[in-house]
Protein backbone atom coordinates (compact mmCIF):
# COMPACT_ATOMS: atom_id res chain seq x y z
CA UNK A 1 0.00 0.00 0.00
CA UNK A 2 1.61 3.69 -0.65
CA UNK A 3 1.13 6.82 1.25
CA UNK A 4 -2.11 7.81 0.08
CA UNK A 5 -3.69 4.13 1.88
CA UNK A 6 -4.46 3.26 -2.13
CA UNK A 7 -3.49 -0.20 -3.72
CA UNK A 8 -2.15 -1.11 -6.87
CA UNK A 9 -4.41 -4.53 -7.76
CA UNK A 10 -4.04 -7.59 -10.05
CA UNK A 11 -6.95 -9.38 -11.42
CA UNK A 12 -6.56 -12.63 -12.77
CA UNK A 13 -8.75 -13.25 -15.95
CA UNK A 14 -9.97 -12.18 -18.76
CA UNK A 15 -13.71 -12.20 -19.33
CA UNK A 16 -16.67 -9.95 -19.11
CA UNK A 17 -16.53 -10.77 -15.55
CA UNK A 18 -12.89 -9.47 -15.25
CA UNK A 19 -13.77 -6.30 -16.78
CA UNK A 20 -17.02 -5.97 -15.14
CA UNK A 21 -14.69 -6.39 -11.43
CA UNK A 22 -12.46 -4.00 -12.59
CA UNK A 23 -14.80 -1.16 -13.96
CA UNK A 24 -16.10 -1.61 -10.36
CA UNK A 25 -13.23 -1.28 -8.91
CA UNK A 26 -11.69 1.18 -10.93
CA UNK A 27 -14.41 3.85 -9.13
CA UNK A 28 -12.94 2.93 -5.45
CA UNK A 29 -10.86 5.95 -3.93
CA UNK A 30 -8.71 2.99 -2.54
CA UNK A 31 -7.31 1.75 -6.42
CA UNK A 32 -3.87 3.23 -6.73
CA UNK A 33 -3.41 1.11 -10.33
CA UNK A 34 -5.09 -1.84 -11.85
CA UNK A 35 -3.41 -4.88 -13.50
CA UNK A 36 -5.13 -7.50 -15.57
CA UNK A 37 -3.26 -11.02 -16.52
CA UNK A 38 -4.22 -11.02 -19.15
CA UNK A 39 -7.18 -9.26 -19.90
CA UNK A 40 -8.62 -8.19 -22.89
CA UNK A 41 -9.37 -5.02 -25.09
CA UNK A 42 -12.11 -3.41 -22.79
CA UNK A 43 -9.94 -4.29 -19.79
CA UNK A 44 -7.05 -2.30 -21.04
CA UNK A 45 -8.93 1.28 -21.20
CA UNK A 46 -9.20 0.42 -17.63
CA UNK A 47 -5.74 -0.74 -16.63
CA UNK A 48 -2.62 -2.33 -18.25
CA UNK A 49 -3.13 -5.78 -19.43
CA UNK A 50 -0.31 -7.81 -18.59
CA UNK A 51 0.23 -11.00 -20.88
CA UNK A 52 0.30 -14.18 -18.17
CA UNK A 53 -2.35 -16.29 -18.22
CA UNK A 54 -4.36 -16.92 -15.82
CA UNK A 55 -2.74 -20.64 -15.00
CA UNK A 56 0.91 -19.47 -14.82
CA UNK A 57 0.94 -19.55 -10.96
CA UNK A 58 4.69 -18.71 -10.84
CA UNK A 59 4.78 -15.94 -13.67
CA UNK A 60 2.24 -14.32 -12.34
CA UNK A 61 3.84 -14.38 -8.39
CA UNK A 62 7.00 -13.06 -10.31
CA UNK A 63 5.12 -10.16 -11.06
CA UNK A 64 3.21 -9.30 -8.17
CA UNK A 65 6.79 -9.07 -6.48
CA UNK A 66 8.08 -7.06 -9.42
CA UNK A 67 5.21 -4.69 -9.69
CA UNK A 68 4.73 -4.38 -5.70
CA UNK A 69 1.08 -5.16 -6.23
CA UNK A 70 -0.79 -5.24 -3.09
CA UNK A 71 -3.94 -7.26 -3.60
CA UNK A 72 -5.04 -10.26 -6.45
CA UNK A 73 -7.80 -10.95 -7.46
CA UNK A 74 -7.86 -14.69 -8.53
CA UNK A 75 -11.40 -14.75 -10.37
CA UNK A 76 -11.54 -18.05 -12.67
CA UNK A 77 -11.82 -21.03 -11.33
CA UNK A 78 -8.35 -22.82 -12.85
CA UNK A 79 -5.96 -20.83 -10.77
CA UNK A 80 -8.53 -21.06 -7.54
CA UNK A 81 -8.26 -24.87 -8.29
CA UNK A 82 -4.33 -25.00 -8.68
CA UNK A 83 -4.06 -23.50 -5.31
CA UNK A 84 -2.89 -20.38 -6.12
CA UNK A 85 -4.59 -18.70 -2.46
CA UNK A 86 -2.73 -20.82 -0.94
CA UNK A 87 1.09 -20.51 -2.50
CA UNK A 88 0.57 -16.61 -2.08
CA UNK A 89 -0.66 -16.90 1.36
CA UNK A 90 2.62 -18.85 2.07
CA UNK A 91 4.87 -16.04 0.56
CA UNK A 92 3.08 -13.38 2.60
CA UNK A 93 1.14 -11.47 -0.39
CA UNK A 94 -2.49 -10.08 -0.18
CA UNK A 95 -5.24 -12.59 -2.26
CA UNK A 96 -8.89 -12.65 -2.83
CA UNK A 97 -10.61 -16.15 -2.99
CA UNK A 98 -10.87 -19.35 -1.14
CA UNK A 99 -7.78 -22.06 -0.48
CA UNK A 100 -7.49 -25.05 -2.79
CA UNK A 101 -9.05 -27.24 -0.43
CA UNK A 102 -11.90 -25.00 -0.07
CA UNK A 103 -11.84 -24.94 -3.65
CA UNK A 104 -13.19 -28.13 -3.84
CA UNK A 105 -16.53 -27.69 -3.62
CA UNK A 106 -16.01 -26.53 -7.86
CA UNK A 107 -12.84 -28.42 -8.79
CA UNK A 108 -14.16 -31.90 -7.33
CA UNK A 109 -17.74 -32.59 -7.69
CA UNK A 110 -16.82 -36.00 -5.88
CA UNK A 111 -15.89 -33.58 -3.39
CA UNK A 112 -19.07 -31.46 -3.61
CA UNK A 113 -21.38 -34.28 -3.52
CA UNK A 114 -19.81 -36.29 -0.64
CA UNK A 115 -19.94 -33.08 0.80
CA UNK A 116 -23.68 -32.68 0.66
CA UNK A 117 -24.55 -35.49 1.69
CA UNK A 118 -22.82 -35.57 5.05
CA UNK A 119 -23.92 -32.13 6.01
CA UNK A 120 -27.75 -33.42 4.84
CA UNK A 121 -27.32 -30.36 2.28
CA UNK A 122 -30.72 -30.66 -0.43
CA UNK A 123 -28.79 -31.94 -3.66
CA UNK A 124 -29.86 -34.54 -6.35
CA UNK A 125 -29.67 -38.60 -5.30
CA UNK A 126 -26.53 -39.76 -6.40
CA UNK A 127 -23.39 -42.29 -6.84
CA UNK A 128 -20.03 -41.65 -7.55
CA UNK A 129 -17.53 -44.68 -9.74
CA UNK A 130 -14.28 -44.64 -11.15
CA UNK A 131 -14.87 -48.17 -12.51
CA UNK A 132 -16.84 -48.47 -16.06
CA UNK A 133 -18.59 -51.94 -15.39
CA UNK A 134 -19.74 -50.50 -11.70
CA UNK A 135 -21.11 -47.75 -12.98
CA UNK A 136 -22.81 -49.43 -15.97
CA UNK A 137 -24.22 -51.76 -13.01
CA UNK A 138 -25.59 -49.02 -10.93
CA UNK A 139 -26.85 -47.54 -14.21
CA UNK A 140 -29.56 -50.66 -14.98
CA UNK A 141 -31.09 -49.88 -11.50
CA UNK A 142 -31.97 -46.08 -12.29
CA UNK A 143 -35.05 -44.43 -14.28
CA UNK A 144 -34.02 -42.02 -17.04
CA UNK A 145 -33.13 -39.24 -17.67
CA UNK A 146 -30.32 -39.46 -16.25
CA UNK A 147 -27.22 -37.13 -15.41
CA UNK A 148 -23.84 -38.28 -15.29
CA UNK A 149 -21.06 -35.39 -14.58
CA UNK A 150 -17.23 -35.63 -15.44
CA UNK A 151 -16.21 -35.07 -11.69
CA UNK A 152 -13.60 -32.41 -12.63
CA UNK A 153 -13.09 -29.04 -14.50
CA UNK A 154 -14.09 -29.60 -17.67
CA UNK A 155 -15.32 -25.56 -19.22
CA UNK A 156 -18.78 -26.11 -18.58
CA UNK A 157 -18.89 -29.67 -21.08
CA UNK A 158 -18.40 -32.08 -18.17
CA UNK A 159 -22.64 -32.86 -17.67
CA UNK A 160 -24.24 -35.01 -19.86
CA UNK A 161 -28.18 -35.56 -19.54
CA UNK A 162 -28.79 -38.66 -21.04
CA UNK A 163 -32.29 -39.92 -22.44
CA UNK A 164 -31.30 -43.19 -22.79
CA UNK A 165 -29.36 -46.07 -21.30
CA UNK A 166 -27.06 -46.07 -25.03
CA UNK A 167 -26.27 -42.86 -24.36
CA UNK A 168 -25.49 -43.14 -20.61
CA UNK A 169 -23.36 -45.90 -21.36
CA UNK A 170 -21.74 -44.08 -24.19
CA UNK A 171 -20.98 -41.63 -21.98
CA UNK A 172 -19.76 -43.77 -19.14
CA UNK A 173 -17.68 -45.50 -21.83
CA UNK A 174 -16.11 -41.92 -23.19
CA UNK A 175 -15.27 -40.55 -19.59
CA UNK A 176 -14.03 -43.53 -17.69
CA UNK A 177 -12.67 -46.08 -20.69
CA UNK A 178 -11.58 -43.79 -23.54
CA UNK A 179 -10.64 -41.12 -21.29
CA UNK A 180 -12.16 -37.76 -23.40
CA UNK A 181 -11.67 -35.82 -20.19
CA UNK A 182 -8.63 -37.30 -19.09
CA UNK A 183 -8.04 -36.63 -15.44
CA UNK A 184 -10.95 -34.46 -15.04
CA UNK A 185 -12.72 -37.39 -15.93
CA UNK A 186 -11.02 -40.27 -13.29
CA UNK A 187 -14.05 -40.39 -11.64
CA UNK A 188 -17.87 -39.55 -12.83
CA UNK A 189 -21.18 -38.49 -10.61
CA UNK A 190 -24.27 -40.25 -11.87
CA UNK A 191 -27.29 -38.43 -10.74
CA UNK A 192 -30.69 -38.80 -10.15
CA UNK A 193 -32.10 -36.09 -13.13
CA UNK A 194 -34.09 -32.67 -10.82
CA UNK A 195 -36.83 -30.42 -13.00
CA UNK A 196 -37.21 -26.64 -12.40
CA UNK A 197 -36.53 -23.05 -13.44
CA UNK A 198 -32.22 -22.83 -12.41
CA UNK A 199 -30.84 -19.59 -9.75
CA UNK A 200 -27.62 -18.39 -9.40
CA UNK A 201 -27.55 -17.63 -5.19
CA UNK A 202 -23.59 -15.61 -4.75
CA UNK A 203 -22.47 -15.02 -1.23
CA UNK A 204 -19.48 -12.88 0.38
CA UNK A 205 -17.60 -15.18 2.83
CA UNK A 206 -14.89 -13.69 5.02
CA UNK A 207 -14.43 -17.10 6.69
CA UNK A 208 -16.88 -15.86 9.96
CA UNK A 209 -19.57 -14.20 8.20
CA UNK A 210 -21.62 -14.08 4.97
CA UNK A 211 -23.54 -11.57 2.73
CA UNK A 212 -25.84 -12.91 0.13
CA UNK A 213 -26.06 -10.75 -3.02
CA UNK A 214 -29.09 -10.23 -4.87
CA UNK A 215 -30.77 -13.68 -6.60
CA UNK A 216 -30.02 -14.03 -10.21
CA UNK A 217 -30.66 -15.93 -13.25
CA UNK A 218 -28.41 -17.04 -16.02
CA UNK A 219 -29.50 -18.74 -18.98
CA UNK A 220 -27.10 -21.54 -19.63
CA UNK A 221 -27.95 -23.05 -23.33
CA UNK A 222 -27.43 -21.83 -26.64
CA UNK A 223 -30.79 -21.63 -28.16
CA UNK A 224 -33.76 -19.94 -27.36
CA UNK A 225 -36.24 -21.60 -25.12
CA UNK A 226 -33.48 -23.13 -23.46
CA UNK A 227 -32.47 -25.53 -25.68
CA UNK A 228 -29.42 -26.54 -27.45
CA UNK A 229 -25.82 -27.04 -25.64
CA UNK A 230 -24.70 -25.74 -22.63
CA UNK A 231 -22.70 -22.28 -22.87
CA UNK A 232 -20.57 -20.36 -19.93
CA UNK A 233 -23.47 -18.65 -20.02
CA UNK A 234 -25.82 -16.63 -22.47
CA UNK A 235 -27.29 -13.98 -20.11
CA UNK A 236 -28.25 -13.03 -16.71
CA UNK A 237 -31.15 -10.82 -15.03
CA UNK A 238 -31.25 -10.05 -11.31
CA UNK A 239 -33.01 -9.42 -8.72
CA UNK A 240 -35.21 -11.95 -9.27
CA UNK A 241 -37.24 -11.28 -5.46
CA UNK A 242 -38.27 -8.35 -6.59
CA UNK A 243 -40.82 -7.49 -9.06
CA UNK A 244 -42.89 -4.32 -10.60
CA UNK A 245 -46.75 -5.21 -10.59
CA UNK A 246 -46.35 -8.64 -10.21
CA UNK A 247 -45.20 -11.92 -7.95
CA UNK A 248 -41.96 -12.01 -6.89
CA UNK A 249 -40.25 -15.13 -8.80
CA UNK A 250 -38.24 -15.93 -5.43
CA UNK A 251 -40.60 -15.05 -2.40
CA UNK A 252 -38.90 -13.61 0.72
CA UNK A 253 -39.65 -17.41 2.00
CA UNK A 254 -38.10 -19.15 -0.63
CA UNK A 255 -35.00 -16.79 0.19
CA UNK A 256 -35.07 -17.42 3.86
CA UNK A 257 -35.23 -21.25 3.66
CA UNK A 258 -31.87 -20.40 0.80
CA UNK A 259 -29.68 -18.69 3.10
CA UNK A 260 -30.45 -21.23 6.22
CA UNK A 261 -30.94 -24.35 4.96
CA UNK A 262 -27.87 -23.57 1.81
CA UNK A 263 -26.00 -21.24 2.25
CA UNK A 264 -25.12 -20.76 6.15
CA UNK A 265 -25.27 -24.69 6.49
CA UNK A 266 -22.63 -25.24 3.42
CA UNK A 267 -20.13 -22.27 5.20
CA UNK A 268 -20.90 -23.60 8.72
CA UNK A 269 -20.34 -27.09 7.17
CA UNK A 270 -16.83 -26.27 5.02
CA UNK A 271 -15.69 -24.78 8.35
CA UNK A 272 -16.49 -27.77 10.41
CA UNK A 273 -14.91 -29.98 7.85
CA UNK A 274 -11.50 -27.84 8.31
CA UNK A 275 -11.85 -25.94 5.52
CA UNK A 276 -13.15 -22.37 5.75
CA UNK A 277 -14.56 -20.92 2.80
CA UNK A 278 -13.31 -17.14 2.28
CA UNK A 279 -14.36 -16.18 -0.97
CA UNK A 280 -17.33 -15.74 -3.22
CA UNK A 281 -19.44 -19.11 -2.97
CA UNK A 282 -21.80 -19.05 -5.75
CA UNK A 283 -24.71 -22.33 -5.37
CA UNK A 284 -26.26 -23.07 -8.69
CA UNK A 285 -30.02 -23.62 -7.11
CA UNK A 286 -32.25 -25.97 -9.13
CA UNK A 287 -36.45 -24.88 -7.55
CA UNK A 288 -37.65 -28.54 -7.87
CA UNK A 289 -41.39 -29.51 -6.81
CA UNK A 290 -39.62 -30.54 -3.41
CA UNK A 291 -37.71 -27.16 -2.80
CA UNK A 292 -34.78 -25.88 -3.63
CA UNK A 293 -31.91 -28.37 -4.52
CA UNK A 294 -28.04 -27.54 -5.44
CA UNK A 295 -27.24 -28.34 -8.42
CA UNK A 296 -23.38 -27.59 -8.05
CA UNK A 297 -21.07 -25.09 -6.43
CA UNK A 298 -18.83 -22.70 -7.98
CA UNK A 299 -16.30 -20.75 -5.74
CA UNK A 300 -15.92 -17.98 -7.69
CA UNK A 301 -18.10 -14.81 -9.30
CA UNK A 302 -20.43 -15.94 -11.88
CA UNK A 303 -19.81 -14.93 -15.66
CA UNK A 304 -22.34 -13.38 -17.27
CA UNK A 305 -24.09 -13.05 -13.29
CA UNK A 306 -21.57 -11.13 -12.29
CA UNK A 307 -21.82 -8.04 -15.17
CA UNK A 308 -24.88 -8.21 -13.86
CA UNK A 309 -24.25 -7.73 -9.96
CA UNK A 310 -22.07 -4.61 -10.35
CA UNK A 311 -24.55 -2.53 -12.04
CA UNK A 312 -26.15 -3.19 -8.70
CA UNK A 313 -23.95 -2.84 -6.47
CA UNK A 314 -23.59 0.27 -4.23
CA UNK A 315 -21.11 -0.34 -1.85
CA UNK A 316 -17.46 0.03 -2.86
CA UNK A 317 -16.40 -2.99 -3.69
CA UNK A 318 -12.69 -2.97 -2.87
CA UNK A 319 -13.56 -2.24 0.70
CA UNK A 320 -15.85 -5.70 0.79
CA UNK A 321 -12.76 -7.50 -0.78
CA UNK A 322 -10.65 -5.75 1.86
CA UNK A 323 -13.35 -6.52 4.61
CA UNK A 324 -13.25 -10.82 3.13
CA UNK A 325 -9.52 -10.99 3.40
CA UNK A 326 -9.61 -9.08 7.24
CA UNK A 327 -12.43 -11.34 7.94
CA UNK A 328 -14.40 -8.16 9.08
CA UNK A 329 -17.50 -8.25 6.73
CA UNK A 330 -19.44 -7.53 9.69
CA UNK A 331 -18.37 -4.19 9.92
CA UNK A 332 -19.74 -3.02 6.62
CA UNK A 333 -22.98 -2.65 5.19
CA UNK A 334 -22.99 -4.25 1.57
CA UNK A 335 -25.63 -2.37 -0.31
CA UNK A 336 -27.45 -2.76 -3.62
CA UNK A 337 -29.04 -0.08 -5.54
CA UNK A 338 -33.41 -0.23 -6.25
CA UNK A 339 -32.64 -1.11 -9.64
CA UNK A 340 -33.02 -4.40 -11.70
CA UNK A 341 -30.31 -5.56 -14.25
CA UNK A 342 -29.42 -7.61 -17.02
CA UNK A 343 -26.42 -9.11 -19.50
CA UNK A 344 -26.93 -10.11 -22.91
CA UNK A 345 -24.14 -12.24 -24.10
CA UNK A 346 -23.04 -11.43 -28.00
CA UNK A 347 -21.51 -14.72 -28.99
CA UNK A 348 -19.43 -15.86 -31.94
CA UNK A 349 -21.05 -17.75 -34.86
CA UNK A 350 -20.65 -21.43 -33.89
CA UNK A 351 -19.98 -21.45 -30.57
CA UNK A 352 -20.50 -23.02 -27.98
CA UNK A 353 -18.56 -25.46 -30.94
CA UNK A 354 -16.18 -24.79 -33.18
CA UNK A 355 -16.08 -20.51 -34.22
CA UNK A 356 -13.38 -18.31 -36.08
CA UNK A 357 -11.73 -15.38 -34.23
CA UNK A 358 -10.82 -11.89 -35.74
CA UNK A 359 -14.08 -10.44 -36.94
CA UNK A 360 -14.54 -6.62 -36.69
CA UNK A 361 -17.06 -5.23 -34.34
CA UNK A 362 -18.72 -2.19 -34.90
CA UNK A 363 -20.83 0.10 -32.60
CA UNK A 364 -20.16 -0.20 -29.40
CA UNK A 365 -19.68 3.57 -28.51
CA UNK A 366 -23.23 4.29 -30.54
CA UNK A 367 -24.79 1.42 -27.88
CA UNK A 368 -23.34 3.43 -24.89
CA UNK A 369 -24.78 6.94 -26.03
CA UNK A 370 -27.52 5.39 -23.73
CA UNK A 371 -26.44 6.23 -20.16
CA UNK A 372 -28.07 3.37 -18.70
CA UNK A 373 -26.00 0.62 -20.81
CA UNK A 374 -22.12 -0.82 -20.32
CA UNK A 375 -20.75 -3.19 -22.90
CA UNK A 376 -18.56 -5.41 -20.85
CA UNK A 377 -15.73 -7.02 -22.98
CA UNK A 378 -14.88 -10.92 -22.84
CA UNK A 379 -13.70 -12.70 -26.13
CA UNK A 380 -12.36 -9.24 -27.55
CA UNK A 381 -9.06 -7.32 -28.80
CA UNK A 382 -7.25 -4.62 -30.85
CA UNK A 383 -5.41 -5.39 -33.88
CA UNK A 384 -4.30 -2.38 -36.91
CA UNK A 385 -6.53 -0.03 -34.68
CA UNK A 386 -9.63 -2.51 -34.98
CA UNK A 387 -11.49 -4.07 -32.32
CA UNK A 388 -11.76 -8.06 -33.13
CA UNK A 389 -13.32 -11.09 -31.99
CA UNK A 390 -11.07 -12.89 -29.94
CA UNK A 391 -13.25 -15.91 -28.20
CA UNK A 392 -16.75 -17.65 -28.02
CA UNK A 393 -18.43 -15.03 -26.06
CA UNK A 394 -17.65 -11.75 -27.35
CA UNK A 395 -19.41 -8.57 -25.37
CA UNK A 396 -21.80 -8.69 -22.42
CA UNK A 397 -24.42 -5.94 -23.14
CA UNK A 398 -25.80 -4.65 -19.68
CA UNK A 399 -28.43 -2.26 -18.52
CA UNK A 400 -30.37 -1.09 -15.83
CA UNK A 401 -33.83 -0.06 -15.19
CA UNK A 402 -36.47 0.61 -12.68
CA UNK A 403 -38.64 -2.82 -14.03
CA UNK A 404 -36.42 -5.76 -15.58
CA UNK A 405 -38.95 -5.15 -18.47
CA UNK A 406 -37.43 -1.76 -19.35
CA UNK A 407 -34.16 -3.07 -18.05
CA UNK A 408 -34.52 -5.63 -21.15
CA UNK A 409 -35.98 -3.32 -23.46
CA UNK A 410 -32.56 -1.19 -23.27
CA UNK A 411 -29.96 -3.56 -23.87
CA UNK A 412 -31.96 -5.02 -26.47
CA UNK A 413 -32.08 -1.86 -27.88
CA UNK A 414 -28.41 -1.51 -27.40
CA UNK A 415 -27.26 -4.52 -28.69
CA UNK A 416 -29.30 -3.97 -32.54
CA UNK A 417 -26.21 -0.85 -32.35
CA UNK A 418 -23.41 -3.69 -32.33
CA UNK A 419 -22.36 -5.87 -35.46
CA UNK A 420 -19.88 -8.47 -36.22
CA UNK A 421 -20.06 -11.13 -38.64
CA UNK A 422 -21.94 -13.86 -37.30
CA UNK A 423 -22.94 -12.45 -33.94
CA UNK A 424 -25.18 -14.81 -31.87
CA UNK A 425 -27.09 -13.85 -29.09
CA UNK A 426 -30.60 -15.13 -27.59
CA UNK A 427 -34.02 -13.15 -28.15
CA UNK A 428 -35.51 -14.18 -24.85
CA UNK A 429 -33.49 -13.52 -21.77
CA UNK A 430 -35.12 -12.93 -19.42
CA UNK A 431 -38.38 -13.35 -20.56
CA UNK A 432 -41.19 -16.00 -21.35
CA UNK A 433 -41.33 -19.39 -19.80
CA UNK A 434 -38.05 -19.37 -18.45
CA UNK A 435 -38.08 -17.09 -16.05
CA UNK A 436 -41.79 -17.36 -14.82
CA UNK A 437 -41.64 -20.57 -12.80
CA UNK A 438 -45.31 -21.15 -13.60
P1 LIG B 1 -23.65 -28.13 -13.49
O1 LIG B 1 -22.35 -27.82 -14.16
O2 LIG B 1 -23.57 -29.24 -12.51
O3 LIG B 1 -24.39 -26.92 -12.97
O4 LIG B 1 -24.62 -28.61 -14.67
C1 LIG B 1 -24.79 -27.83 -15.85
C2 LIG B 1 -26.26 -27.80 -16.19
O5 LIG B 1 -26.76 -29.13 -16.36
C3 LIG B 1 -27.13 -27.20 -15.11
O6 LIG B 1 -27.17 -25.80 -15.21
C4 LIG B 1 -28.45 -27.84 -15.38
O7 LIG B 1 -29.15 -27.18 -16.42
C5 LIG B 1 -28.08 -29.22 -15.86
N1 LIG B 1 -28.10 -30.19 -14.74
C6 LIG B 1 -27.10 -30.47 -13.89
N2 LIG B 1 -27.48 -31.39 -12.97
C7 LIG B 1 -28.77 -31.70 -13.25
C8 LIG B 1 -29.73 -32.58 -12.66
N3 LIG B 1 -29.42 -33.36 -11.62
N4 LIG B 1 -30.95 -32.63 -13.21
C9 LIG B 1 -31.27 -31.88 -14.28
N5 LIG B 1 -30.41 -31.03 -14.89
C10 LIG B 1 -29.17 -30.94 -14.38
N1 LIG C 1 -22.83 -18.38 -15.21
C1 LIG C 1 -22.25 -19.67 -15.20
C2 LIG C 1 -20.95 -19.74 -14.55
O1 LIG C 1 -20.31 -18.74 -14.27
O2 LIG C 1 -20.52 -20.84 -14.25
Given at each position: ?????K????I??S???E???????K???LC??LY??PGN????K?G????I?A????D????V??E?I??T???PDD??A???V?Q?Q??????FGP??A??Q?E????????????H????A????????E??????N??????V??VS??????????A?T??EA?????????K???????????I??????????I??F????N??I?????????????????????M????P???????Q???T??LL?NI??NI?A?????M?DD???????L?P????T???????????????????TY??????DL??II????D??L?E???????NFAC???????G??G??E?????M??????????VI??H?????E????I?N?G????????G???E??L????RAV??I???G??Y?KDI?????F???
Amino acid sequence: MNENNKQKILIIGSGGREHAIGWKIKQSPLCGGLYFAPGNAGTAKLGVNVPIKATDIKDLFDFVKKEKIDLTLAIPDDPLALGIVDQFQKEGLRIFGPTKAAAQLESSKAFSKNFMQSHNLPTAKFKIFDDYEKAKGYLNTQNLPIVIKVSGLALGKGVIIAETKEEAEKALEDILVKKTFGEAGREVVIEEFLTGPEISIHVFSDGKNYSIFPTSQDHKRIGEGNTGPNTGGMGTIAPLSRQVGGQAFVTDELLNNIEKNIVAKTLSGMKDDGNTFSGILYPGLMLTPDGPKILEYNARFGDPETETYMRLLETDLLEIINACIDQKLSEIKIKWNSNFACTIMLASEGYPGVYEKGKIIMGIEEAEKDKNVIVFHAGTKMEDNNLITNGGRVLGVSAIGASLEEALDTAYRAVLKISFEGMQYRKDIGRGSFFNPN
